[in-house]
């Protein structure tokens, strides 16, 4: 009973914490102490959060390596616009559609690639996200190359900070069941997985799904924050950033995910002001951590309330 | 009625015949041994009759259904669970959780469930993790529960791979070499754990071994294979004055 009490004290408290930081950050931008370009910043740091999240759900916990992840943003994006400013639907249509077109999307090319493996699979999502947007730069109705503008901005705080706690939820929920195990087995040895009764394969599109859905989400919330979506925004050069950022956190770690996804999105932010050397810089920084912490900055390891629990009684 | 029935298997890799007109047959609760030399194609039967390869012709009836070619997962639920010559465990997961993956097939709780936090989730946790550590104890790994697989000592790497098979309720069960690099007496604790599993979960065993005196002791049947053939089989003092199978293990020894 005493254990239960606890359970309940620290998500009361873990509840309150997270709604401490949602009304700081709302009071601080009703009041205009945010400005515009920290506006930016902390609307990037969202998606790129939903982003290194759901990648790591295929990418570090299946260990099956999706180079398209981007590819999935610009459905969700491209279908959420298609809703809300053609056919004038509110923002939440917008949304549950953008993630289900993803969804669909991530089962269409699922289905038939991951039966490869490794390298073949990299190429294979790889050139799926380019068709993506390939397609998109050739259908009219979405503008071809110069994509769709004058996008309604809806995306404001509330709906970016609900959106990345749910996507953190669910795949850590997700992550943290029996379908877990069974994801993260396939991981690990495919053949054993499968002589313990997992169907791999349905496993692995069941992630594909899963994240390609949030990447969708992701794709939502960045056309109705930036006014205007273009199928070059989603090219292989994106799906990389976020494969850099799953890479960095540590392959199977969500902390590690969010860590790497609010560190690199700073990088950039702070180093916005030279063009010139950013890419030189930030690719030094990869390559340290690379070399200092080939499993990234986490590894595998997460961060839970059990970790903070060990750190306060260490500290007492 | 027999529980397997194999008639006329045969599986070949390239120009190779691995397995070649290989009947074979098991009756329920029985303990039989697999021996022959080095490369004679003994878990390449296992992969066979796994679904981890699929073979070229034959049949292999499991509890009267023929399930050469099926997908493994589908051949466990079916009742068959195997161990690998070469150890494959979860290595990056917790001892506990390598088990608990056996009883996934059977979750009683949705994905809805899971993602909600309802109470049908806790429930179907708690029974997981309590059925995982029953297996744990028959083990002796329930101290080890939260260590990494691949941190046990090689022994009680074998036996938690023997552990999570058992968990996922097999009929047959199949083991590849399941005492190899093992000491004489783990050797002899693992046969003697053997024989216990096979009464108390009245299972049929299908055992690999490479040491013929140590088949020959638990063995009821056994059944000898050289360059993918049957060459005898029968029981074990007949295979121990057996020409043709001292001729196979001492042609291995010459060459
Ligand atoms: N996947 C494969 N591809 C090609 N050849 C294979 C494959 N698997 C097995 N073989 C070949 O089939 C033959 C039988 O191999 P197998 O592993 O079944 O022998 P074994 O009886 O288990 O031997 P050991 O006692 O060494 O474990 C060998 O010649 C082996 O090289
Ligand atoms: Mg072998």
Known sequence: MHEKKKTWLTFIFEVIVLAVLFTIVQYAMTVGLINQSYQINITSMCINIILAVSLNLINGFTGQLSLGHAGFMAVGAYASVIMTNNLGMPFIVGILVGCLAAGIAGFLIGVPTLRLKGD????????????????LQNIDYVGGPAGMVGITRLTSWPWLYAATIVTILVIVNLINSSYGRAIISVREDEIASELMGINTTSYKVLAFVVGAMFAGLAGVLYAHFFYIIKPETFGFLKSFDIVVMVVLGGLGSTTGAVIAAIFITFLTFALQKYAAVRMIIYSLILIIVMIYRPQGLMGSKELTRKTFARIWSGKK | MSLLEITNLHKSFGGLSAVLKFNFRLDAQELVGLIGPNGAGKTTVFNLITGVYKPNGGSIVFNNEDIAGMAPYNICK???????????????????????????????????????RTPAFFRGEKI??????????????????????????????????????????????????PAAGMNPQET??????????????????????????LVMGVCERIYVLDYGQIIAHGLPEEIRNNKKVIEAYLGEEVG
């Open chain 2, 78 to 116: 079916k009742g068959v669970a195997r161990t690998f010559q070469n150890i494959r465990l979860f290595k990056d997961l917790s001892v506990i959780d390598n088990v608990k993956i056996a009883f996934h097939k059977n979750v009683n709780y949705n994905l809805l469930s899971t993602i909600l």
């Open chain 1, 120 to 135: 073949y699979l990299a190429i294979a999502t790889l050139g799926f996200g380019e068709i993506i947007r390939v397609v």
């Open chain 2, 128 to 177: 997981i993790e309590e059925k995982a550590l029953e297996y744990l104890k028959i083990f002796k790994l329930e101290d080890k529960r939260d260590e990494i697989a691949s941190n046990l000592p090689y022994g009680e790497q074998r036996r938690l791979e023997i552990a999570r098979a058992l968990a996922t309720k097999p009929t047959m069960l199949i083991l590849d070499e």
């Open chain 2, 188 to 213: 002899r604790e693992l046969m003697q754990l053997i024989e216990w599993i096979r009464k108390d979960f009245q299972l049929s065993i299908l055992l690999i071994e490479h040491d013929m005196s």
